[in-house]
């Protein structure tokens, strides 16, 4: 059965340098570094019970929106991010110059 993410809501929570779903009592969190003029994604995770419900795509699109609206650029150390980016080229133009994503 698919489950859509619309029903999950993305909460930014700056104070833990973080995106988070909540799940019953669990978090889907998407990490991150704010350095002087971009963010550092370090660290996507989701609980093993809500895997493959497209959660952490939902908190890497939230993340690199955000980015996109206080106009820093990424650098996408976390794996998820940079394979999302790959998968979604419109994000390229976010990723600091020189880094390979």
Known sequence: MAISTDQFSVTHQPEK???AILLDGKEAVLEYIPAKK??????TEVP?????KGLASRLAHTGLE???EV???V???CP???MYIRRHPEYKPLV??????
């Not at 971009?38 to 660290?43: C, D, G, N, P, S």
């Open 48 to 52: 093993q019970s809500h895997e493959g």
């Open 96 to 101: 600091l110059p020189g880094f390979n994503v």
């Open 71 to 73: 106009n820093q650029p």
């Open 75 to 77: 650098l996408p150390l």
């Open 80 to 82: 998820y991010v940079a």
């Open 38 to 43: 971009y963010l550092v994604f370090t660290h």
């Open 66 to 68: 955000y980015a996109k």
């Open 17 to 19: 340098k973080r995106f």
